[in-house]
């Protein structure tokens, strides 16, 4: 897999200009050429290269200040230079100055083409070494989806499949299922996991930016573009783009969508050639595009071309058996980043009910919040109803048949519960009388203690922090409960 795509050779005779692009072109390198250092600079500023191949000796800007001048505004930019019989020492002066490389003229095309490839090998290197001192990620792919469920097991051999090849994967799923950890999984479980993992979210990015982000442009190409930009498709060269929201793409680009995954090429805006590259797409949406093509919203041809493996992410109300794995590793990871000095063990039978209960529409990241949030309320080593969102605790679990209900202490001389009226209009539902069940008991407690916020809590056996908390969120004044 070519690390190089792009490379500008400056030099000031006609016929090594000439011989070097017609042996990178065969090797697959896009190659332009310009006769000095000032050409080559306004070149580079022009449009993105990987790298120069440059004369030591040359008119107007020499090898050595072109190499300077470039390092300096583009300092990952490749060098290699070529010097004649003589100029050893200047072509020695290059490489400490930050060129890669050195070949004497006259040389063997050969030379030249090694020469990069050890380049490109190096470049890899780093990029390998960046990735494998950057923090330990939590576990190995697979096991950072979390789960036991039968829709998970599927799931994650779908994933081994797939990562294996560089087919290109379209993943659906409702919001929150995990969509962009699936992409990540199939990034680094495959041959590509030491090149970049670019995301991108289609929805995020305005209409008016999307293709220069997408697919670079030239200098000049619009107002204020005065340098050349890369896109993200080429800084995921070599690895995997993620495209998120893919139905969010406007139509336009999606043209340009397909003609990349048709030909392997792109034209960054404002530019009158294609570049070459390497990348796999992984898409995602929560859209139906079935649906969407049928309107006319998305290009049928598209479709076809994003959806050779369809990856579905199973939302959470159908792997409920999973509510244990994921609970405990998000609580895990909160004891520490919040510093608990008493960490969170487990969740109390009486809230692991109401979260069986609820229907969890946020999916993985509403649960993710949800025990974030009862992190921070929780004081004991288990989380307990009040500490979850009031949308959880209002919803009451069927009791479980034959089952003694839960008797419920209470601290000596608490208030005794307030009488509730039934509505007038019949309506027995619990979880409208949930609430107001809940706010009766605050405003008797605040009454009964004057307000006093440490006693009523302890009178409704619910922590300061939870008080307070629900004190805000039904707007009671509590020296005027």
């Known amino acids: 897999m070519s690390t190089f795509r792009s490379i500008l050779v400056a030099d000031d005779e006609a016929s090594i200009r000439h011989v070097l692009s017609l042996v990178l072109a065969d090797k697959g390198y896009e190659v332009r050429t310009v006769s000095d250092g000032e050409e080559a600079l306004k070149e580079l500023a022009a449009r993105p290269y990987d790298a120069v191949i ?70 890899r290197l780093v990029r390998e070494n960046k990735r494998l001192k950057a923090p330990p990620s939590q576990g190995s792919p697979l096991t950072r989806i979390v789960g036991a469920s039968e829709p998970i ?12 090849v560089s087919t290109t994967v379209l993943i659906t799923g409702e919001s929150g299922t995990g969509k962009e950890l699936v992409a990540r999984a199939i990034h680094e479980l495959s041959p590509r996991a030491a090149m970049p993992f670019v995301t991108v979210n289609c929805a995020a990015i305005p209409e008016g930016l999307i293709e220069s982000e997408l697919f670079g442009h030239a200098k000049g190409a619009f107002t204020d573009a005065r340098v050349a930009k890369r896109g993200l498709f080429s800084e ?9 929201e893919i139905g969010e793409l406007p139509q336009p680009l999606q ?26 797409v ?49 609580l895990a990871r909160f004891n520490k980043e919040l510093n608990r000095e008493q960490p969170i063990v487990a ?21 993710e919040n949800a025990l974030e949030r009862a992190a921070l309320f929780t004081e004991g080593d288990r989380v307990t109803p009040e500490a979850l969102p009031e949308k959880i605790w209002q919803q009451v679990p069927a009791p479980t048949p034959g089952a003694a209900p839960v008797p419920v202490a209470r601290s000596p001389g608490a208030v005794p519960p307030p009488a509730i009226p039934v509505p007038a209009d019949g309506q027995l539902s619990l979880k409208r009388a949930m609430p ?45 409960p």
């Open 282 to 330: 992984v898409a995602a949406t929560l859209r139906d595009l079935n649906k969407a093509v049928e309107q006319g919203k998305f290009r049928e041809d598209l479709y076809f071309r994003l959806n050779v493996v369809n990856l579905q992410v199973p939302p959470l109300r159908d792997r409920k058996d999973d509510l244990g794995l994921l609970s405990a590793a998000f």
């Open 236 to 244: 995921a060269e070599g690895g995997t783009l993620f495209l998120d």
């Open 347 to 367: 969740v109390s039978p009486e809230a692991e009910a109401l979260m069986q209960s609820y229907p969890w529409p946020g999916n993985v990241r509403e649960l």
């Open 54 to 123: 440059s004369d030591v000796r040359m008119p107007k800007l020499d090898g050595l200040q072109l190499l300077q001048q470039a390092l300096a505004q583009w300092p990952e930019l490749t060098f290699v230079v070529m010097s004649a019989y003589g100029s050893q020492d200047q072509a020695l002066e290059a490489v400490a100055l930050g060129a890669y490389d050195y070949v004497q003229k006259p040389f063997k095309p050969e030379e030249i083409v090694l020469a990069l490839r050890k380049a490109e090998e190096r470049v």
């Open 436 to 480: 107001l069940l809940e706010e009766t008991f605050i405003r008797a407690a605040l009454k009964q203690t004057k307000g006093n916020r440490t006693r009523a809590a302890e009178l409704l056996e619910i922590s300061h922090r939870a008080l307070l908390y629900k004190i805000k969120d039904y707007g009671i004044d509590p020296d005027k």
């Open 255 to 280: 043209v340009k969508l397909l003609r990349f995954l048709q030909e392997g090429e792109v034209r960054p805006v404002g530019d009158n050639r294609s570049v070459k590259l390497d990348v796999r």
């Open 153 to 164: 097991k599927l799931l994650q051999k779908q994933i081994q499949r797939v990562a294996a």
